[in-house]
């Protein structure tokens, strides 16, 4: 079983940067791949950031390729997203997620991972 808590988010103004953290319990994290999605209200939840097992692997949405870095440090079972000029349309809650594995396949799907962090509330104002 492996737990996920993310941590980090906040009320910020647009062009503000934020980092969010996700802590992983459990001594799979260095072989599972990582997941950041959100889900602002009344839309569905969607990909933002994906990293592999060892890191060397990132994928980005369109929407914030050049703005948000994913990474992580296995050490501390811990996976970052940094977020650079946000912008209103980034308000949503940002969850992780993770697969156990070294798969990579489908890191942009959200049924493919086996496990979420409940969320932390990322709000952009104009």
């Known amino acids: 079983q492996v737990q996920l808590v993310e941590s980090g988010g906040g009320l910020v103004q647009a062009g503000d940067s934020l980092s969010l953290s996700c802590a992983a319990s459990?001594?799979?994290?260095?072989?599972?791949?990582m997941g950041w999605f959100r889900q602002a209200p009344g839309k569905e939840r969607e990909f933002v950031a994906g990293?592999?097992?060892?890191?060397?692997?990132?994928n980005y949405a369109d929407s914030v390729k050049g703005r948000f870095t994913i990474s992580r440090d296995n050490a501390k079972n811990t996976v970052y997203l940094q977020m650079n000029s946000l912008k209103p349309e980034d308000t949503a809650v940002y969850y992780c997620?993770?697969?156990?594995?070294?798969?990579?396949?489908?890191?942009?799907?959200?049924?493919?991972?086996?496990?979420w962090g409940q969320g932390t509330q990322v709000t952009v104002s104009s």
């Open positions: 997620a993770a697969r156990q594995g070294r798969y990579y396949s489908s890191i942009a799907a959200p049924d493919w991972y086996d496990y």
């Open positions: 459990g001594r799979t994290f260095s072989t599972s791949t």
């Open positions: 990293i592999s097992w060892s890191g060397g692997r990132t």
